[in-house]
């Protein structure tokens, strides 16, 4: 037994060492990520791997990283505006969307989305597709740390540039180049609107050749971002108001 427990706290000090190091090192790449243009996402890598692993030869993966100040004010607006509308005032997590998606599952309605964009930000840097527990409870630590290191801009701005808008298309930078021929400046309100349509579905929906209900889905999100009161409201200028409910 004596010669058991040396073990034992050999093996635990180990994995505490271990957890630490991971923990450090995760925040160290959340806190470089702040000020670096990501090169590439986990996201990005595991539509690669998938496209090698199921031979699709024609697969090309587009991403170009724009700045900001080099992206017109409607296409942050429309992805808040269809995506996450109390994304100004809260801190990584819409409590009242989870309860209402809780709700809608215990009455057997269709399941609604209920991940912020700084969810969404951080599943796509660091993690995979799916639904698992594990991946939700390292989404939700990501997510704390991504919300206590970064300014509410630079999620939006990480978001925009590596969210999936196309099969293979990353972020507003390609997805304005292939839908639309025009560099990011110059997306109009209806064209952002139509990029952050396709957003749920970005390998079935297309932007530039949108469905009867993308375009609904665009003239909708085109509204809302009216309502909230056109890009001001990203300033936190704005009252909270959700106008989600149609």
């Known amino acids: 037994m004596t010669s058991r427990r040396p073990l034992f706290a050999r093996l635990l000090r180990l994995f505490a060492l271990l957890l630490l190091s991971w923990l450090a090192?995760?925040?160290?790449?959340?806190?470089?990520?702040?000020?670096?243009?990501?090169?590439?996402?986990?996201?990005?890598?595991?539509?690669?791997?998938?496209?090698?692993?199921?031979?699709?030869?024609?697969?090309?993966?587009?991403?170009?990283w724009v700045p900001w100040n080099q992206v017109s004010p409607y296409v942050p607006l429309a992805m808040v505006a269809g995506e996450d509308q109390k994304f100004p005032f809260h801190h990584g997590f819409d409590f009242d969307s989870i309860q209402d998606a809780m709700d809608a599952a215990d009455e057997g309605r269709r399941l609604r989305g209920a991940s912020t964009i700084s969810q969404q930000t951080a599943k796509n840097l660091f993690?995979?597709?799916?639904?698992?527990?594990v991946r939700k409870g390292l989404e939700a630590y990501f997510t704390v740390l991504?919300?206590?290191?970064?300014?509410?801009?630079?999620?939006?701005e990480v978001y925009m540039n590596?969210?999936?808008?196309?099969?293979?298309?990353y972020g507003v930078g390609a997805a304005s180049d292939a839908f639309f021929h025009v560099p990011p400046s110059r997306l109009g309100a209806a064209q952002a609107a139509r990029l952050a349509a396709v957003l749920p579905s970005p390998r079935r929906f297309h932007a530039d050749r949108p469905t009867a209900y993308v375009q609904a889905r665009a003239n909708w999100i085109q509204q809302q971002m009216g309502q909230l009161g056109g890009p001001g409201y990203l300033q936190g200028r704005q009252p909270v108001r959700d106008t989600r409910r149609r």
């Open 25 to 64: 090192l995760s925040w160290l790449m959340v806190l470089v990520l702040r000020f670096v243009p990501p090169w590439t996402s986990a996201v990005m890598m595991e539509r690669q791997a998938s496209a090698l692993l199921h031979g699709e030869k024609d697969f090309q993966l587009r991403y170009r």
């Open 146 to 156: 991504i919300e206590l290191s970064w300014p509410k801009q630079r999620i939006l």
């Open 127 to 133: 993690l995979w597709n799916g639904r698992s527990f």
């Open 162 to 169: 590596v969210a999936e808008l196309g099969d293979g298309i």
